[in-house]
Structures are given as structure tokens and as C-alpha cells.
């Protein structure tokens, strides 16, 4: 006989709640309905393990069932079931509290409902206009009862039929949601959450080809695995098991450098395979591939708070109870258990990469290019970390050998300290762009590491202030004799003047790149070394890479890239172009010349004569008479400039010279290069 009742809070009030508190996303009601069938499911099993249930089990798969039709999707288990008492108390009065005081004590902390029977329930109206459940319980003598509600506080408990044990759970799909009685859209749902279910769980049957069509089978088509590969013991378990898995889970990626079996029961439960994926370049992309689980249950992928930053970087499958969740199972809760699992995961990866660091040191070089951008992160951003992986962080040189820390202090420490006791670790980015300066560097002796990763700028930031007395240069920021300073410099025998002439030579005919500057600096570097060499200040260089990284640098982003175009004075070409200017613009120049030092000369002498006066004490024509000289100063220099600037115009090895210096940085591009490969075959000839 049917029996009406009410649930006791009105529809404007819980309904909204539900969906506002309780679930932020409407799929997941799939995921509710379903884990609530294999709960009932796996209740019965243990039940009958420990003798107090006597019955046959039987065929225990939980089914999905669409009915486009009807309008319905339907969720069946053969369960544990519920009596009348049981629907009244699990599903009418909400988890076992008073309905009236619902509201009152969930308003403001949803987290608090977590645990409690029948919320999960409560989903399905989401989505549904109407849900019906027909159950039977698995006690002996119990009979089928039927309840429906329409979503208002009113429901209605009749008798029904029903012949086995367990739940039917019918929802009616709403019109706003139709989308739910799409098989495929459901067929995802169920892949994305109930794919490692510890229940078997079939949607509709398997399809086979025949007569030229897909035409259903007598088989359930069974959508998870029940027993996943973080549930066996690892001894069990071969290489290709561990890849096989992966495959399942990312169908698309290469095949991962190695994993590590999580697997602890205390202080909590943990259980687990994380995977080092071949990262190829955009860190971001690799992010959210880690999988959290809660008894087999998918629950998300924004693993954040569960791992340190720097492993969301690894792929796999994390499965714990003890994880605190709300009861959307979407957003973690704060809690010390999180910690000690955040705490126990780094730990278990340090310790792996130790491991295989000391057992195969081999395996663990070859795949270090793939390894390290983890690594590097992990001590960037954890300093815990940092100290495990210091002993098992490596430096790859531009010749392919790896050394750790210390091995590399040892190798260098005697050829690379400066004369103020630095230790100089060189480097190069680019091994075929800078390869010029690798072999000048290597020429004297020194070693160059390689460091092309995305995180090495970073890197040589930090280790800078980790390692004691140590400096890190590109081997393109200077001269090479200039790389590691052992002694004074050496200064160049030419003149000033003719210093500033050679400049203003090769300075007048530098092209106008865009965010470019070149200064132009005039050296002794020995007659063996190159007539002209481009360098890049290491200190600017570097704060423009490290703008890309962090936050209040954008002021240096926006700087012009400054290059230091240097001229070898010893080098027989840049002598044959200075003595090409003296002879070609000594008559021009003469006179400019002899107008200058006269008016530098009269400039000086002003200064001295009014340094005895106070600025208020000059009279305005002494002062115009400093301004005077001074511009007229400024117009014979400017002479002088465009007479070395039409002789430089014209002189084919200055254009060279600097186009080869462009070439070797490549920086010569589009017309320029054309002009520079026709004038290469004119001077050939």
C-alpha cells in the first residue's frame, strides 16, 4: 500500500543546497550513483566472508542502464539493499540527522556532512526530474519496496516487485540535461570515473562486427578494471606490466623514464604509481596528469595540495582513504595527514632517484636530459629537496660526461679560480651557436658545461648562492682571456686617439637591429686570436632571462639587448684598417684635429680660471663663453666623426669584419646577409 510522507525542508531550500555545497559539477552524479552501487556491493561480499549472510552471491557486476525512450538511466547492483526502516533512515531523514535542522547545521560548513550515507544519493537530482528506487533487502524475509520523489519535499513508499536482493535506482533525466541519455557522453563519464571501480561495472553489451554492421552481443560490456596495477604487490609485477598501465592511462605519451610503487598503510593508507614522463618542452602542458583515487574512486586531477608543485610534473595514480575530501569529493580539505602524505611522496622520489643514482649510474646518465628539468625544479622550489638532491643533482659538460657537484668543484677548482679565489663555472646554451667560444675556452684549458634545460637560468641563480665563492659565466660574456681574470689586464699599446678613431670606425657602420645596442671596445688580444669578437654582458644577459621566471623584473624585459662589439688591436686586419684611416683621412682630419685641442685646450683653461668663483659669481658672458666653446667643441668632433664615418662607409674589411662577427651570432639576417655574401664573392675575387 503506498505511503506518502515529507522529507521535511522545503524544496527552495535543500535542493539549492545540495547543488550549491555538495556538488559543483553535475557529471558527478554518475560517479555518486555508481560508487553508492559498488559500496552496496562490496558490503554484501563481506557479509557473506564473515558468515553472516548465507545466500549464493552470484553474479555481483553492478549495470548501467540507458533508456532513451523513457527518458531514464538506471544504476543496479545486487547489493546489501535496504528495508522500509532503512530507506527512512538513510534516505528520507538525510544521514541520520534531524531534516528539520539540516539547513541550521550544514548552512555554513558543508566539509561537515563528509561521511554521511545518503548524501551521495542526493545527487542524482541534479540532474533528474524524478528518481524511483526499487530495492530489496538481502535479509531473509525482506520484500521489495519502491520510492520515488519528484525532487519537491514530498515522497511517496509503496510495495513493489522485485524477485533478487540489491537496488534499482531510476533517474529520470530533466529536460535541461539531456546530454545524460547520450551513450557516449555517458560512456566517457564512466571511463573517467569508474575505470578502476573494485566492482565490475557493465554499460549495455559488447558489439561485435557482423553482416557489414556493429550488432550487440550477449556480453556485458564491462568498463573497469578491477584490481589496477597500484592494488598488486610490486613483486608480482615486471617492467612491461608497469609501461602496459601507463599506456592505459596516457595512450598518447612516449613511454615514461621510470616509476616508483607507493605503498604505505602508516601512518596512513597510501597506495600508488607515479611515472617520470618525457617532458619535450612546456612544463605548463605537463601539469594535472596525476590521477587521485579514494578507494578505486576517481576524484580528481588537481593534486596540488596532495604533492609538492614540483611533482604535478609527474603522471600516475595516487589512491588513499586517508585523503581528507569534501563530500563533493572535489576540493581538498586542510589537514595534517595531507602534509605527512606531501612529506612521505618527496621523500619516496628522492629516495628512488638516489637509488637508482647509486645502483646504475649508468641508466641514470643516459636518462638525466629527460630527468633533470624534475630535479632542477624540485630544488628551486622545495629546499628540503635541495639537500636530498644535491648529492644526485648532475652537470653535464658540452662534451657529453656528467659529474655531481662535488666531482666538478674537484675537476675545475685548480684551472678555474680567478684571481680573488672564485671558482668560474663556464657555460654555453647553444652548443653549435657558441661553438666558437666553447673550442676558444677549451683552448686554454677550461671545461664548459652545457646548460640548454628551461629551468637552468634559475638554476645558476641559486647555485651561485649555494656554493661557496662560485660564479657562473657564459663563455660569450667576455673575451676569453678575459672569462677567468688571473692577473691584470692588459692594456691595449695603441694611443687613445686612435683607440677612439678604430672605435668610431667600426661603431659608425654597426647596423640598427631592433632592441639591440652594440658598444664598441678596443683590446690586445694577441695576434692568434680573432680581429673582431661579439660579447654579451653576462650580468643583463641573465636578468633578461631571469624576468621570464620572476615577478617585478619585467622592468629588465624591456631593456635592449646590449652586445660589446671588441676589436683586436694585435690582429693584423684591424691594424691594416687603422692604418687605412690614417692615410685616407690624415689631410681631412689635420686641421679638425688642430681646431679641437685648441678649443679643449681654451675649454680647460675657462674651467680653471672660473673654478675660483662661486656659480652665482660668474658673469653671463663668462658663462656663455664655456657654452660656446663647448659646442663649437661638440661641431668639430661631429667633422671628425663623419670624416671616419665616410672612409668607414667605403672600406669593404670593416663591413666584413663586422658582418662576420653578426654571422657568427646569428645575427645576420635577410638583405644584410645577402650584401655580406656578394661582397664575400667580389673580394674573392
Not at 597510501?270 to 594535472?288: A, D, H, M, V, W
Not at 666538478?408 to 652548443?431: F, S
Amino acid at each position: 500500500m503506498a505511503q506518502k510522507g515529507n522529507i521535511g525542508v522545503t524544496t527552495e531550500n535543500i535542493f539549492p543546497v545540495i547543488k550549491k555545497f555538495l556538488y559543483s559539477d553535475h557529471e558527478i552524479f554518475l560517479r555518486e550513483m555508481v560508487s553508492n552501487a559498488v559500496d552496496a556491493t562490496q558490503k554484501v561480499k563481506t557479509l557473506a566472508e564473515r558468515g553472516d549472510f548465507k545466500g549464493e552471491l552470484g553474479d555481483l557486476t553492478v549495470h548501467v542502464n540507458l533508456d532513451t525512450d523513457k527518458g531514464t538511466l538506471t544504476i543496479s547492483d545486487r547489493g546489501i539493499g535496504m528495508t522500509e526502516e532503512e530507506i527512512n533512515k538513510y534516505i528520507n531523514q538525510i544521514a541520520f540527522s534531524g531534516v528539520t535542522d539540516f539547513l541550521d547545521k550544514y548552512k555554513d560548513n558543508a566539509n561537515a556532512i563528509i561521511g554521511h550515507f545518503g548524501l551521495g544519493f542526493y545527487s542524482s537530482f541534479m540532474v533528474s526530474k524524478k528518481v524511483e528506487i526499487i530495492t530489496r533487502s538481502y535479509k531473509e524475509g525482506s520484500k521489495a519496496i519502491k520510492w520515488s520523489c519528484d525532487g519537491s519535499p514530498e515522497f511517496e513508499i509503496s510495495d513493489a516487485e522485485k524477485a533478487d536482493r540489491g537496488s534499482d535506482i531510476i533517474l529520470y533525466i530533466d529536460d535541461d540535461c539531456k546530454e545524460f541519455l547520450d551513450k557516449i557522453k555517458i560512456q566517457e563519464l564512466l571511463n573517467k570515473y569508474c575505470k578502476f571501480m573494485p566492482v565490475p561495472v557493465a554499460f549495455g553489451k559488447k558489439t561485435d562486427w557482423k553482416d557489414g554492421k556493429q550488432v550487440e552481443t550477449e556480453e556485458d560490456n564491462i568498463i573497469n578494471n578491477v584490481e589496477p596495477l597500484w592494488t598488486k604487490a610490486p613483486s608480482t609485477l615486471k617492467d612491461e606490466d608497469y609501461k602496459e598501465f601507463y599506456r592505459t592511462l596516457y595512450p598518447m605519451q612516449d613511454e615514461p623514464l621510470f616509476w616508483i610503487h607507493l605503498n604505505v598503510d602508516y601512518p596512513f593508507n597510501l597506495t600508488g604509481i607515479l611515472y617520470f614522463p618525457r617532458i619535450k618542452s612546456n612544463i605548463e602542458l605537463q601539469r594535472n596528469k596525476i590521477q587521485l583515487y579514494c578507494n578505486q574512486v576517481f576524484v580528481t586531477d588537481q593534486v596540488e595540495g596532495i604533492v609538492p608543485e614540483f611533482l604535478t610534473l609527474l603522471h600516475g595514480v595516487i589512491d588513499s582513504p586517508d585523503i581528507p575530501l569534501n563530500v563533493s569529493r572535489s576540493y581538498l580539505q586542510s589537514d595534517a595527514n595531507v602534509k605527512k602524505i606531501s612529506k612521505y611522496i618527496t621523500k619516496k622520489v628522492a629516495d628512488r632517484l638516489a637509488g637508482i643514482f647509486k645502483e646504475n649510474r649508468k641508466e641514470y646518465e643516459e636518462k638525466w636530459d629527460d630527468l633533470k628539468i624534475f630535479i632542477n625544479y624540485g630544488m628551486l622550489s622545495q629546499e628540503d629537496f635541495y639537500d636530498r638532491a644535491k648529492d644526485f643533482a648532475l652537470l653535464k659538460d658540452v662534451e657529453g660526461k656528467y659529474f655531481t657537484y662535488d666531482e666538478y668543484k674537484t675537476l675545475i677548482k685548480d684551472n678555474q679560480t680567478d684571481k680573488d679565489g672564485n671558482l668560474v663555472y663556464l657555460y654555453a646554451n647553444d652548443k653549435e651557436g657558441e661553438y666558437s667560444y666553447i673550442e676558444a675556452a677549451k683552448a686554454k684549458g677550461y671545461s664548459v658545461l652545457l646548460l640548454d634545460g628551461q629551468l637552468d637560468t634559475p638554476m645558476v641563480q641559486m647555485l651561485e648562492t649555494k656554493l661557496e665563492k662560485t660564479r657562473f659565466t657564459r663563455v660569450d660574456a667576455d673575451i676569453v682571456d678575459r672569462l677567468i681574470i688571473k692577473d691584470d689586464k692588459k692594456e691595449s699599446e695603441l694611443p687613445k686617439d686612435e683607440q677612439d678613431n678604430l672605435s668610431q670606425t667600426f661603431r659608425s657602420q654597426m647596423p640598427k637591429l631592433d632592441k639591440t645596442e652594440f658598444y664598441v671596445d678596443v683590446q690586445a688580444l694577441g695576434e692568434q686570436n680573432l680581429p673582431v669578437i661579439i660579447t654579451q654582458s653576462e650580468y643583463m644577459r641573465r636578468m633578461k632571462e631571469a624576468s621570464k621566471f620572476q615577478a617585478g623584473m619585467a622592468f629588465y624585459a624591456q631593456m635592449p639587448d646590449a652586445y660589446n662589439l671588441v676589436l683586436n688591436s694585435d690582429h693584423a686586419l684591424i691594424k691594416n684598417v687603422l692604418e687605412g684611416e690614417k692615410t685616407a683621412c690624415a689631410e681631412e682630419l689635420k686641421p679638425i684635429e688642430s681646431e679641437l685641442k685648441g678649443l679643449e685646450a681654451r675649454l680647460a683653461a675657462l674651467h680653471q680660471t672660473q673654478s675660483n668663483k662661486k656659480p652665482e659669481e660668474l658673469t653671463q658672458e663668462e658663462k656663455d663663453d664655456v657654452k660656446n666653446t663647448e659646442k663649437d667643441i661638440e661641431e668639430q668632433r661631429n667633422k671628425k666623426k663623419d670624416v671616419i664615418t665616410t672612409y668607414a662607409k667605403g672600406n669593404n674589411i670593416v663591413h666584413q669584419l663586422i658582418d662576420l662577427a653578426l654571422l657568427q651570432n646569428g645575427m645576420l639576417k635577410g638583405a644584410a646577409l645577402d650584401a655580406f655574401l656578394k661582397r664575400s664573392v667580389d673580394m674573392i675575387k
